[in-house]
């Protein structure tokens, strides 16, 4: 069985400007979470999509925003990027409705400049 | 919200010792509870997870406890080797769709 695929594994974009990373889950997952990763702030939740609708968000701004399609592929979209932006973004799949049992891709990592 | 400790934050061991991560957390309706590798360049992978209704769990050379009255949890590595060297994370989970709740990581270092 495939794992959790994520495009694109790596990115450079400038101030400014948008980005849209993708994810595919393991077949059968239907719940897609997003993760961002930093040395400083460690794994932190960014929102999870059941079934194309947007069940939890964590506490970022509102330029973070994704979208979950019916064949349960996920994307997320981080619009007039920052340097604090830089990071590695996770994406894991999960079988179950609130098991908590998450699997995750590599990451996109994401470099501002 | 819920808030997780992780300690260490790195842990150098010798191969063949064991080692052993402690997570705290705070919120007493947490009901599980994920142990995660990562490894450089790679997303983190479950490797042990434990539900709030087991106090042990064991899969051959890891192990995790839990503590429900103190709301701690550990996990347990024997033998060391060094391809267990990497970064690991505690996590705990609430009845909230999927949401995780990360500790800090560890770095492990096994020195052969």
């Known amino acids: 069985k495939a794992g959790v695929t994520q495009t694109p594994r790596y990115l450079i974009k400038t101030r400014g400007q948008q980005v849209t990373l993708s994810c595919s889950p393991i077949?059968?997952?239907?719940?897609v979470s997003w993760y961002q990763q930093t040395p400083g702030q460690g794994l932190q939740f960014l929102f999870e999509?059941?079934?194309?609708?947007?069940?939890n968000k964590g506490n970022f701004p509102g330029r973070f925003s994704g979208r979950q399609f019916s064949n349960s592929r996920s994307e997320m979209n981080v619009s007039t990027l920052e340097l604090g932006d830089s990071a590695l973004y996770l994406c894991a799949s999960s079988p179950g409705q609130g098991t908590g049992e998450l699997f995750f891709g590599e990451g996109s990592r994401l470099t501002v400049l | 919200g819920e808030n997780v400790e992780q300690h260490p934050s790195t842990l150098s061991v010798q191969e063949g010792d064991s080692a052993v991560i402690k997570c705290t957390y705070s919120?007493?309706?947490?009901?599980?509870f994920p142990w995660y590798k990562q490894e450089l360049g790679k997303g983190p992978q479950l490797i042990i997870d434990?539900?709030?209704?087991?106090g042990e769990k064991k899969d051959q050379r890891i192990a995790v406890t839990l503590n429900k009255t103190a709301k701690h949890f550990s996990l347990h590595i024997t033998e060391t080797q060094p391809e267990d060297s990497a970064v690991y994370f505690c996590?705990?989970?609430?009845?909230?769709?999927?949401?995780?709740?990360f500790g800090g990581g560890t770095r492990l270092m096994v020195k052969p």
């Open positions: 077949s059968g997952h239907r719940s």
């Open positions: 996590a705990s989970h609430l009845n909230a769709g999927n949401m995780l709740t």
């Open positions: 999509y059941f079934s194309e609708t947007q069940r």
């Open positions: 434990i539900r709030s209704n087991v």
């Open positions: 919120d007493s309706a947490s009901n599980y």
